[in-house]
């Protein structure tokens, strides 16, 4: 079983950047396709952006393209989000998970390990 842990989020103003990072343990990050989820007070866990296992294709959300970007470090086992242009609409609670799915997959619930979560606040 693969274990996650995120880090990066904190504060920052709207138009800023932060770069999340999830760190894997247990099995190689390339073996896993991996998303970043997020959740906002009084909403549901919504899918953000993923990598997928081996090719590495990534796939984003609309309200992120082209803001938001995906990678990993297969060398670190390390996933990571880099988000430019903040808006206060991100705001949320990040989580990083993981799937043996070889395709991207927008439902959480194929999604078997997940992180504990960095919280995210964008001030306007």
């Known amino acids: 079983q693969v274990q996650l842990v995120e880090s990066g989020g904190g504060l920052v103003q709207a138009g800023g950047s932060l770069r999340l990072s999830c760190a894997t343990s247990?099995?190689?990050?390339?073996?896993?396709?991996m998303a970043w989820f997020r959740q906002a007070p009084g909403k549901e866990r919504e899918f953000v952006a993923a990598?997928?296992?081996?090719?590495?294709?990534?796939y984003y959300t609309d309200s992120v393209k082209g803001r938001f970007t995906v990678s990993r470090d297969n060398a670190k086992n390390t996933v990571y989000l880099q988000m430019n242009s903040l808006k206060p609409e991100d705001t949320a609670l990040y989580y990083c998970?993981?799937?043996?799915?070889?395709?991207?997959?927008?439902?959480?619930?194929?999604?078997?390990?997940w992180g504990q979560g960095t919280q995210v606040t964008v001030s306007s």
């Open positions: 247990g099995r190689a990050v390339s073996d896993r396709t």
């Open positions: 998970a993981a799937t043996t799915w070889y395709a991207v997959t927008y439902n959480s619930g194929n999604y078997n390990a």
């Open positions: 990598i997928a296992r081996d090719i590495g294709n990534t």
